[in-house]
């Protein structure tokens, strides 16, 4: 239900995430904090069950954990809206992965046309609509106050609910991505789509968060949801916040030209004393050199790591090789000097690093560090820190 993003999540930003099959062909992960919120959801279900049926305390949280595991397969189906949407246009699906707040589907690459956009975004909350519908139907025709009928009952207000939410037109829900699609098509600018609706979602993450606090003051909201209700506002403002600074990041890259970005090279043989090293590159034309080692055939092997280097001591570094601060080049991700920005972009996020090779045919023409492309693309926060 979040963004579906491109750039490839490392399952995301290191927290644990369990890989539990496929669907359809999509890989599927659990995220770590499904747990938490199995918990929150279970304790408040089961006391609201307990109240409505008459149930023991046991028997309340079965129910809740029942309703937690009916739950999470209406997010899947929803997110498989988006990811089978997506696959029949030829975009390729990484994998589902369902967290706290639901779940998001990865992508290897963005939507084509806006319409595309637009059909891949609204595929998820249709599927959760069409859910809602049929637990409605369901509802009606059980009998009241059981337990079957109160399930249904709450899968439909849970799935309308999600529906509804999700269209809002702001990122990172669906409702935004179909409002970047609309301004994408009209303005014939992605990037401006993306901003203008990541300031518009954060005005839903506000809104969300009054809301909450209006319920909660009307006693119309379990404080036991609050925390979550407010987790989620604050996940809808950070979300909006990462997407306008996608969309101005990637307004700049057109600017990337690896040729005049790469450092420079100053190739040394193997066995130079790191003092040495050093003290040529600083006698020479272009002090910021990076630093190749040459086999004794005077083929470049290995780079020089700035960090190791720096960690050396002055007085041990006559007596250190280069060669023990090193990397091989076989070790380093290499990119052809022509690539334009966005093929870049997707390199660098494939297969992050600190350090590029640059290469033209199978000559070294530069090294491109992680932190010069960085200072290009966002100077300002660049600036801030």
């Known amino acids: 239900m979040e963004e579906q993003n491109r750039r490839p999540r490392p399952r995301p930003g290191g927290r644990t995430t369990l890989t539990v099959g496929r669907v359809f062909g999509v890989p599927l992960h659990l995220n770590g904090s499904m747990l938490l919120l199995a918990a929150l959801v279970t304790v408040i279900y089961a006391e609201f069950a307990r109240h409505q049926l008459n149930l023991s305390q046991i028997s309340g949280y079965l129910i809740g954990l029942g309703f937690v595991v009916s739950l999470l397969g209406s997010v899947l189906l929803h997110e498989l809206g988006h990811a089978l949407t997506a696959r029949r246009y030829g975009i390729g699906v990484r994998g589902i992965t369902l967290e706290l707040l639901g779940g998001y589907t990865e992508m290897d690459r963005d939507a ?21 519908a049929v637990a409605v139907a369901v509802t009606l025709a059980l009998p009241d ?21 999700n269209i809002l037109p702001g990122l990172p829900l669906d409702g935004g991505r179909a ?10 600018d992605r990037h401006r789509g993306t901003e203008v609706a990541g300031w518009v979602g954060r005005i839903v993450a506000v809104g969300t ?35 306008i600074r996608v969309a101005r990041v990637s307004r700049r890259f057109p600017l990337i030209d690896l040729s005049r970005l790469a450092r420079p090279v100053l190739t040394v043989p193997t066995g130079t004393p790191l003092a040495e090293a050093q003290r040529r590159r600083a006698a020479g034309a272009a002090p910021g050199a990076a630093l190749l080692v040459a086999d004794s055939a005077g083929r470049p092997v290995s780079l020089v790591d700035p960090a190791a280097a720096e960690t050396v001591p002055v007085e041990r570094r006559p007596w250190l090789a280069v060669d023990a601060v090193a990397r091989s080049l076989v070790d380093l991700p290499a990119l052809p000097v022509g690539l334009d920005g966005e093929r870049v972009m997707e390199a660098v996020q494939a297969h992050p690093d600190a350090q ?7 000559d ?10 960085a200072q290009l693309l966002e100077p300002q926060r660049k600036m801030n820190t």
């Open 112 to 132: 084509p046309t806006p319409r595309v956009d637009l059909l891949v975004s609204l595929a998820g909350p249709a599927v959760s609509a069409v859910l809602g």
């Open 364 to 373: 070294v023409v530069g090294i491109l560090h992680i932190a010069d492309l």
């Open 145 to 165: 106050r059981t337990v079957a009928n109160q399930l249904a009952f709450q899968l439909a207000v849970s799935n309308v609910i999600v529906a509804l939410f």
């Open 179 to 188: 409002l970047r699609a609309a301004v994408w098509a009209l303005t014939r």
């Open 356 to 362: 590029y090779v640059v290469t033209a045919g199978e």
């Open 209 to 243: 968060a009054l809301l909450v606090a209006a319920l909660t003051a009307a006693r119309l909201l379990a404080p036991l949801a609050l925390p979550l209700m407010l987790l989620v506002a604050f996940t809808l403002w950070r979300g909006a916040g990462q997407s």
